[in-house]
C-alpha cells in the first residue's frame, strides 16, 4: 500500500531580540524534482522578544496556507534578519518535527493491517 506522511508538529528555539525577525518558509512536493520548483509559503514569522522553544500544528498551519498536509517532501526555509541595523541579530538555536506516516483510513474506518504505522491511524 501506499503510505504517506502526516506532518504534525514543528517545534523550534529561537530568540528575536527588538529589531529582528526569524521567518519560517515552507514548501511541500509529492518527488524531490517538484520539491526544488515548488513554490514556497510564508508559514510564521517571529518578532519583537521572542524566546525559548515553541511549537505550532503543521496540519492547521499547512491547511491555512491551503497546502496539502500528505505530501511526501517538506522543506523548511529559515530567514534570520534585522529590522534596524544596530539591532542584536536573532539567534537560531534547532527545529525538530514530529512525523507520523497516513495510512489511507481515519478515524471512522478500519486501518490497513499491512501498514506500519497502523496504531496511528486508531489516535
Do not use: K
Amino acid at each position: 500500500g501506499e503510505y504517506r506522511p502526516f506532518w504534525d508538529q514543528l517545534y523550534w528555539e529561537a530568540e528575536t531580540p527588538d529589531d529582528s525577525y526569524v521567518t519560517f518558509l515552507i514548501r511541500t512536493a509529492d518527488t524531490m524534482i517538484e520539491l526544488e520548483t515548488a513554490e514556497e509559503h510564508p508559514l510564521l514569522t517571529l518578532t519583537g522578544r521572542h524566546h525559548g522553544r515553541t511549537m505550532i500544528l503543521l496540519e492547521d498551519s499547512l491547511a491555512s496556507l491551503g497546502v496539502s498536509n500528505t505530501q511526501r517532501y517538506l522543506e523548511i526555509r529559515v530567514e534570520l534578519g534585522l529590522y534596524d541595523d544596530h539591532a542584536v541579530s536573532p539567534v537560531f538555536r534547532s527545529m525538530d518535527m514530529a512525523v507520523r506516516c497516513q495510512c489511507r483510513c481515519d478515524r471512522n474506518s478500519e486501518c490497513d493491517p499491512t501498514c506500519p504505522c497502523d496504531s496511528d491511524c486508531r489516535d
